[in-house]
């Protein structure tokens, strides 16, 4: 039988990991033995080892996956926090993590990422390492939105960043790009 945990030693405590999400310990005094998925704080899952709290999703990466470093983010590919399975987790830079949400910015005036209205059109934009590119003006909002998702792609964004992962145009609509 295929062992289904990894064990890490964090605070001189061995911790079993699993793919499921949960982590297993026992108490060093008591001896007793606590699986769970974490308690919740700011829709994060977490535990308490001695007086530390320890984020379970960086837990379940460091076991499990060998891109695993202090210097990059765990990020939740579905966007959900507290999704800590092992299929649901990566490793990211710090910009790769902000591109992969699944929900736009709030206060904006598109429903599509990338776009907002300007002078009486849409208007696409990408930022790239904090400067912002712009895409051009478009008559229709959807069409800008497409616009955003050929230059994401272009520029190595995640399918989830897009605002049509399923259907991606090769080439930029042009009927009514001014």
């Known amino acids: 039988m295929k062992k289904e945990y990894r064990t890490i030693t964090v605070l001189g ?10 982590v297993e310990w026992s108490h060093l005094k008591s001896k007793e ?15 308490k080892i001695g007086k530390k709290a320890h984020l379970i999703h960086r837990l379940i990466c460091s076991a499990f996956l060998k891109d695993f ?16 399975r092992l299929c649901n987790l990566r490793m990211v830079t710090n910009s790769q993590n902000h591109r992969g949400f699944l929900s736009k910015q709030k206060g904006t005036t598109s429903k599509f990422r990338g776009v907002h209205r300007c002078s009486g059109k849409w208007k696409a934009a990408i930022y790239i390492k904090g400067k912002c590119h712009s895409l051009g003006r478009f008559i229709s909002e959807i069409e800008a939105a497409h616009k955003y998702d050929i230059a994401a792609v272009k520029f190595g964004f ?21």
């Open 69 to 84: 470093s202090n210097s990059l983010q765990v990020d939740h590919i579905n966007g959900n926090r507290s999704d800590n």
């Open 13 to 22: 405590i061995k911790i079993r990991c699993y793919p499921d999400g949960s």
């Open 158 to 178: 995640e399918r989830e960043a897009l605002n049509f992962p399923l259907v991606l145009k090769d080439d930029t609509p042009t009927s009514t790009n001014h």
């Open 33 to 47: 033995t606590y699986r769970t998925k974490g308690t919740n704080v700011n829709g994060y899952r977490k535990i």
